[in-house]
């Protein structure tokens, strides 16, 4: 394989450093060419160091000195701010863009990627969430494609390996069902950001993992199942698997049904969207299905997880009712995560947002931002 050079959106993340981590393993495969953080200088500074890219972009402008100055003496070229980072994803020397940004944010430096017919490697999925539809058009015009990093949609993009062509019934997103599985709606209803915090099974930044309390994270999924397969809504169905060793699960028309697994970690999706179509180690454990046991299943519960059928409703009204869903929620997990709102008020707000949505039915990308700006402030109204 020619050597691959990477450009890493959100670096310092959860995905950015697990992607490091993989490409440490293998720098015969890959070269990074442009690491980029919104605010950890001194992350990105180590990093820069020892991966030695050609670009780094501090998304906070106000902290460019102090990375600039970091790396000086180096021959890493430091910039700042989202224009930057737009431009530097283009750039001749990348093949294929990591989206680990998190929230809104990835979308303008992913459809600046996609224009210049980058590959993109996607875990930011609200990127999907709230512009699918213009995005997957972009990715099309420019004629590229967006590799899924996100665990569930890698397996399902791997089990739809052995599709050969025939048509798909059904995709089945598996789900952990996340902390709160087996506590009472009232228990839950009291739940603090540090309870959510603690994710029995995957190690993610805190956004997802708010995310996932809510389930939340499940119906983005839905949607991000949608538009990378080009799927019906209503051929998408969340089952829960508690162990998470089931990533996703395809099924066809005679009833067969593939599923991938493995043990929960990042590293896998990431080392297969890195490398596809070769696989690679990447330095995870192997699933030991004696010690294992069993694998269990559930309906997810949407009287105790609401977030997860706002999500289905959202997507059925289609348009811009995504990006408004996904704008409240950024606004409404960001004060939880602060214990400024309860956990079930971030339904309340995600559900009041969708309500008050100024329908637009194909949505441009200036309507993308505009829905994206209003659904932000009707959140922030109703927290104030
Ligand atoms: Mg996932």
């Keep these: 394989m020619k050597k691959r050079r990477i450009a890493i959106l959100g670096s310092t993340g959860s995905i950015g450093t697990q992607t490091l981590d993989v490409i440490r393993q293998h720098r015969d495969l890959f070269q990074v060419e442009l690491l980029s953080a919104n605010n950890n200088v001194e992350m990105l500074r180590d990093q820069a160091l020892e991966f030695d ?52 944010s990835g979308l303008r430096p992913t459809i600046a990627a996609l224009e210049a017919g980058k590959i993109i490697a996607l875990a930011n999925k609200e990127t999907l969430v709230a512009a699918g539809n213009v995005v997957t058009r972009i990715m099309r015009e420019h004629n590229t494609v967006i590799l899924p990093v996100d665990s569930e949609h890698s397996a399902i993009f791997q089990c ?17 069902g996340g902390p ?23 190690s993610m930044g805190a956004k997802v993992t708010i995310d996932s309390a809510t389930m939340m994270n499940k119906g983005f999924e839905v949607m991000e199942a949608r538009w990378l397969f080009d799927m019906e809504p209503e051929r998408i169905n969340v089952v829960v698997q508690p162990e998470s060793v089931i990533h996703s699960m395809v099924e066809f028309e005679d009833g067969a049904v593939i599923a991938q697994m493995g043990v929960p970690d990042m590293r896998e999706p990431i080392g297969f969207a890195l490398s596809f179509p070769s696989r690679i180690t990447v330095g995870n454990r192997k699933l030991d299905f004696a010690q294992l046991g069993s694998i269990s299943f559930e309906a997810p519960d949407t009287r105790r997880f609401p977030c997860l059928e706002l999500a289905y409703e959202a997507l059925r009204r289609g348009g811009n009712a995504p990006c408004a869903l996904n704008a409240a929620n950024e606004v409404a997990v960001a004060a939880f995560l602060k214990d400024r709102i309860s956990f079930y008020d971030i339904a309340r707000i995600n559900e009041k947002c969708l309500s008050g949505l100024n329908f637009v039915a194909d949505p441009s990308l200036d309507d993308i931002y505009q829905t994206n700006t209003e659904a932000a402030r009707i959140a922030d109204d109703c927290i104030d």
């Design 53 to 104: 890219p050609a670009h780094v972009v501090i998304c906070n402008e106000s902290r460019y000195k102090q990375l600039s100055d970091s790396l000086a003496g180096t021959d890493v070229k430091v910039f700042a701010g989202v224009d930057s980072l737009c431009s530097l994803v283009q750039a001749e020397g990348v093949d294929m863009v990591v989206g680990a940004m998190v929230g809104f």
């Design 160 to 176: 739809l390996l052995a599709a050969q062509g025939n048509k798909v019934e059904r995709l089945h997103l598996t789900a952990s």
């Design 180 to 202: 709160f599985r087996t506590w009472s709606r009232e228990r839950i209803s009291s739940a603090k950001a540090s309870d959510a915090l603690k994710h029995p099974n995957w």
